[in-house]
């Protein structure tokens, strides 16, 4: 079974707050993932890591910065929270030749 | 431009049918699909996969189909259960990226 923890699950904030979204996996998992979906869309990739101070940006584009200081632990912040940062934030982890994929249960963000 | 399509938002099928579901993909460097299942409030779930070099692979109730010459790939529950009511997502892998489609929500009736 996947262990893969995002806190909070639901984070209600007003505009220009500052936030932290956790993700963490006891999996030893290298590779790490942030999606980011809103509604009957796909997800969309925004940030991964391949290891340790690896982090690259993904396909959308995003105001968010990610951190990979230790392998089980990839947070995500927004400096300045906006309306248009209300989405859910998934985060995922991999390891292996077939990138199956585990996620967490997801943050619902909603900005005021 | 969506290069993992899934074009049906929702299916409805009587418990104990079968359950079909599409995707459409545009890039032929994709080298494996797989799909996840979504319940409300939960992350996805990793459900069945199939490498390119295949096309088909069964695990249980569900089977996955890959067409390459026709970039088409379909997943298929059967005998469906009430607990398969979920939405189902179709992805494609490249270079340690998977791309994601909208979904499909399915329904199993009583």
């Known amino acids: 079974e996947a262990d893969i923890y995002q806190t909070p699950r639901y984070l209600v904030i007003g505009t220009g707050k500052k936030i932290t979204l956790e993700c963490s996996q006891t999996?030893?998992?290298?590779?790490m993932y942030w999606y980011q979906q809103d509604p009957g869309m796909e997800l969309h990739l925004i940030h991964y890591?391949?290891?340790?101070?690896?982090?690259e940006k993904g396909d959308l584009s995003s105001e968010s910065t990610v951190s990979r200081i230790r392998t089980e632990h990839f947070p995500l912040t927004l400096e300045s929270a906006r309306p248009s940062h209300t989405s859910q934030y998934l985060c995922?982890?991999?390891?292996?030749?077939?990138?199956?994929?585990?996620f967490g249960p997801g943050t619902r963000l909603t900005v005021l | 431009d969506q290069q993992v399509k899934q074009n049906s938002p929702s299916l409805s099928v009587q418990e104990g049918r079968i359950s079909i579901l599409n995707c459409d993909y545009t890039?032929?460097?994709?080298?494996?699909f797989l799909w996840y299942k979504k319940y409300p409030a939960e992350g996805p779930t990793f459900l069945i996969s199939?490498?390119?070099?295949?096309d088909k692979n069964e695990d249980g109730r569900f089977t996955v189909f890959l067409n390459k010459s026709a970039k088409h790939l379909s997943l298929h529950i059967v005998p469906s259960q009430p607990g398969d009511s979920a939405v189902y997502f179709c992805?494609?892998?490249?270079?340690?990226?998977?791309?994601f489609g909208k979904g499909t929500r399915l329904h199993i009736l009583p």
């Open positions: 199939i490498s390119s070099i295949k």
């Open positions: 999996m030893g998992h290298d590779k």
């Open positions: 890039n032929s460097m994709f080298d494996y």
């Open positions: 992805a494609a892998s490249r270079d340690d990226k998977i791309i």
């Open positions: 890591s391949y290891g340790v101070n690896s982090t």
């Open positions: 995922a982890s991999s390891e292996g030749w077939y990138n199956e994929q585990f």
